[in-house]
């Protein structure tokens, strides 16, 4: 028996297993890491759900890692870091702490004994402490630990007042800082190096060549030849920092921009989805910007002023030739950066209408293809590109007329300094030698200029850039820093609306006025009403996508607001009208965002919805490729998938909205008497327009122009409806 095995055998009989019947499948997945995080929380009094710690984080096999165990951590308001140290160095001041186990296991080291020993709680007791000897712990004991503490409550509140958008560039390059530090003092010797050759020329031209000195000749080139050794290897180092810098900030910020897309409001959802997909792909101008390239460029411009300095130890005058001409070439760039700016803004806003007018094209080319709306596609296409193309073409004739311009000026800053070297020499001021020298040095203090015309040019489009990603950072989150949400695993499923209104956003109508309903659990609601009377709307609030816009939504007698959102949707099982597939197997889809499901209750979920009956008859089967958006499946076989991910986690809570409406009335009759027995005990609320899906309930709720204006039992409001008593708009 392995000494691991040997330490959890030591756990007390008495402590608080996991109960077998939960009925979160997520509480039998093997997830050491999160595991030890829940009892983190808890032993910190900050009690979390392991869906508020790792839902839309990207998980590894469905399980937490190390790499994104302080991200999870900080969502219960911890301080995580892991970090690799023997457990005689774990000081009983950092404890409680998270240790790594040799089979891959996890641990809670809580405290040190005064005999050596440890107080140990594994992570798969949940609350069962066991004492342990260091030597057995030494054993099992990876070498890694993971310390956390809660953030002080001043960090969190200044969060809340200093938006991510103020800082989150600034904060992302400073994680790199020593690696710029290092691109720095690589950049000072790179250009201590290149002040060799123009010393090299100039002494082997003012002293060799007069003596005749071939020794000194031979000393000199092996010095140079070594400097330039090191000047290749300095070089290759500051790439490498300065490359891995741009990638590690390319990462973080493209993980965070992501991040925030995902867990935006859907208030905030941008009305064309090509544009805002555009800005994510212009993201890449900052890419470029934080290029080892660019970044070279902006280390070597101080060191202009050195090789000024050394221009004018050796000539003299001759360094007021560059020190005239920088300036003179930088109006001149500065000149055309203004009509520049303007066309690369223009550029880029026409770049998003593009993108918008491709995604849309291809998402509705059926529509299109029906409607022979071909002609009209093809003109408003080739308007924005023509209109494109000339903007392109008028920002790349400016930045060459720019960097053609910083050429001019260096070439004619280095016949001067011939001209005028040539004079000094007449007059005994100046050798030979000094005088190549001052022309090298020259055009090694001007050679940046050249690159910084490009340079300016990709710093706005990177500056508009930033400006178009602090938008989305700034996109507000349905998980806020600041906010400590209540944590409910398990929903009894009660529903009461207290004078809500709700409107959409960007529209100015109600879509619902004045709701007052109340939903007991275990109850079976059917809600019919004409298309647009705000049917959906009502699911759309309870499964927490939007929020009324004015009055309480309660769901266990507690406002929406205060439920952690993926805890809410964890207990509801919806099904909208506009079915959302991914592209990928049938099973993906089944399991979308619940992987850890094993393959029967997958399956019991799929025979209930009906996705059994095409599934078992393809050859792929459950490997079959669904398309995108579905396209590879009819619409009555996407319902079906939808409705076997809603009942997939068995939740308490059901919202089905026109589920069979794509169905034939034999795969209805199927799917409604296979829905009997497993809505037994659950409150349910099914949107239909379909008569007979409403054997499945008892009560009946009738919406119109957003307002409830029946609700009763079932025969009782039929009844009347069919007596002309319900007065419905026309």
């Known amino acids: 028996m392995s000494a691991q095995a040997e330490l959890l055998n030591d756990v007390p009989e008495n402590y608080a297993r996991p109960n077998s019947q939960h009925h979160d499948p997520r509480s039998h997945n093997d997830d050491p890491l999160l595991d030890s995080l829940l009892i983190l929380c808890s032993l910190h009094g900050k009690p979390a759900s392991r869906s508020t710690l790792s839902s839309g984080l990207p998980l590894e096999n469905d399980r937490l890692t190390l790499n994104i165990f302080p991200r999870a951590a900080a969502r219960a308001g911890l301080k995580a870091r892991v970090v690799t140290r023997t457990l005689d160095k774990i000081p009983a001041m950092s404890l409680p702490a998270v240790l790594l186990l040799n089979a891959g296991g996890t641990g809670m080291l809580l405290a040190w004994n005064d005999d050596g020993s440890a107080r140990f709680m594994p992570s798969e007791s949940e609350g069962g402490e066991i004492c342990v000897d260091a030597a057995t712990l030494e054993q099992n004991y990876a070498g890694k630990v993971i310390f956390a503490h809660p953030r002080h409550e001043f960090d969190l509140q200044a969060e809340a007042f200093l938006p991510r958008t103020k800082s989150w560039f600034k904060d992302t390059l400073k994680l790199s800082r020593f690696l710029y530090m290092d691109a720095v003092l690589a950049s000072l010797l790179i250009n201590l190096i290149a002040l060799g050759t123009p010393l090299f020329t100039m002494n082997v031209y003012d002293r060799v060549v007069p003596n005749q000195a071939t020794v000194t000749l031979w000393v000199l080139a092996v010095g140079i030849c070594l400097a330039f050794v090191f000047d290749l290897i300095l070089k290759m180092l500051r790439g490498i920092c300065l490359d891995i810098a741009g990638k590690k900030s390319d990462l973080i910020i493209s993980s965070t921009l992501f991040e925030r897309i995902v867990g935006m409001e859907m208030k905030e959802r941008p009305a064309r989805v090509g544009s805002f997909a555009q800005n994510i792909h212009e993201f890449q101008s900052l890419r470029d910007f934080l290029s080892s390239l660019t970044l070279t460029t902006i280390i070597d411009l101080p060191f202009t002023l050195l090789l000024l300095i050394v221009i004018g130890i050796i000539g003299g005058a001759l360094a007021w030739i560059p020190v005239l001409t920088l300036p003179i070439a930088l109006l001149c760039s500065w000149a055309l950066q203004k009509p520049v700016n303007a066309a690369v803004a ?75 070297g040539v004079y000094m020499i007449i007059d005994g001021k100046l050798s030979m030698g000094g005088l190549i020298a001052c022309y090298m040095l020259n055009g090694r203090a001007l050679m940046p200029l050249g690159q910084l015309t490009g340079l300016i040019a990709r710093y706005q489009q990177a500056k508009l850039t930033i400006k178009n990603t602090e938008k989305m950072m700034s996109l507000t989150q349905e998980r806020r820093a600041d906010e400590n949400p209540l944590k409910r695993e398990q929903l009894q499923g009660s529903i009461e609306f207290r004078d809500v209104d709700f409107s959409y956003p960007e529209q100015q109508n109600l879509s619902l006025h004045k709701i007052n309903l109340t939903i007991q659990p275990g109850e079976r609601i059917g809600i019919i009403g004409r298309s647009g009377s705000g049917k959906s709307s009502l699911s759309k609030l309870i499964v927490n996508l939007y929020q009324p816009s004015a009055g309480n939504l309660l769901i266990d007698g507690i406002d929406s607001r205060q439920l952690d959102v993926n805890d809410l949707r964890h207990s509801i099982g919806y099904v909208p009208q506009d079915i959302q597939l991914f592209n990928g197997t049938l099973r993906d889809n089944l399991l979308c965002g619940a992987r850890y499901v094993d393959d029967e209750t997958m399956l019991r979920a799929a025979e209930l919805a009906g996705v059994n009956e095409f599934a078992r008859l393809h050859p792929d089967g459950y490997n079959l490729q669904v398309g995108e958006r579905g396209s590879q499946l009819s619409g009555g076989q996407r319902q079906a998938v939808a409705l076997a991910r809603a009942l997939l986690l068995d939740p308490p809570l059901l919202l089905l909205d026109e589920p069979t409406s794509s169905m034939d009335n034999t795969s209805e009759e199927k799917i409604k008497h296979a829905l009997a027995p497993c809505i037994a005990g659950k409150t349910l609320l099914l949107v239909t327009h379909r008569a007979s899906m409403l054997s499945l309930v008892d009560r009946l709720i009738i919406v119109d122009k957003g307002r409830i204006i029946a609700d009763g039992p079932k025969g009782v409001v039929m009844d009347a409806l069919k007596k002309g008593q319900i007065n419905a708009s026309r």
Do not use: Y
Request: no cysteine; net charge positive.
């Open 346 to 420: 223009k550029t880029m806003s026409l770049a998003s209408e593009r993108q918008a007018l491709l995604i849309e094209t291809l998402s509705s080319l059926d529509a299109i293809k029906v409607n022979n709306a071909q002609s009209e596609r093809q003109f408003q296409w080739e308007q924005t590109l023509g209109s494109l193309s000339r903007l392109e073409l008028r920002v790349k004739t400016l930045s060459s007329l720019a960097s053609n311009l910083t050429g001019w000026f260096q070439q004619i800053s280095g016949v001067v300094m011939i001209i005028v």
